[in-house]
Nanobody, 124 residues
Framework: QVHLVESGGGLVQAGASLRLSCAAS????????MGWVRQAPGKEREFVSA????????YDSDSVKGRFTISRDNAKNTVYLQMNSLKPEDTAVYYC?????????????????WGQGTQVTVSS
């Protein structure tokens, strides 16, 4: 079982950038497909981005395409989410998640393991 810890959230103004990190421990990180999922107040969890175990396949939601970039460093057991041109509607708790299923998950329910989340707040 993998343990995930997110960091890097904060309060920023619209147009700013943030980089989220997710450090994994307790299992072999490189076998997991990884993703970022966010949840805004009063809303369902929403898929943001995902990356395959080896990093060769990446999927982004339409709402973040061109602004957010997911990456991973398997030597450091870490996955990142670089967020540029942030908008107020990006405000949410961002969760790192891991999957051992078939194919890279693009739906929140497909992930097996979750971090505790990090808050991102974008002011207008």
């Amino acid at each position: 079982q993998v343990h995930l810890v997110e960091s890097g959230g904060g309060l920023v103004q619209a147009g700013a950038s943030l980089r989220l990190s997710c450090a994994a421990s307790g299992s072999t990180f490189s076998i997991y497909d990884m993703g970022w999922v966010r949840q805004a107040p009063g809303k369902e969890r929403e898929f943001v981005s995902a990356i395959s175990s080896g990093g060769g396949s990446i999927y982004d939601s339409d709402s973040v395409k061109g602004r957010f970039t997911i990456s991973r460093d398997n030597a450091k057991n870490t996955v990142y989410l670089q967020m540029n041109s942030l908008k107020p509607e990006d405000t949410a708790v961002y969760y790192c998640a891991a999957s051992l299923g078939v194919g890279v998950p693009t739906q929140p329910y497909e992930y097996n393991f979750w971090g505790q989340g990090t808050q991102v707040t974008v002011s207008s």
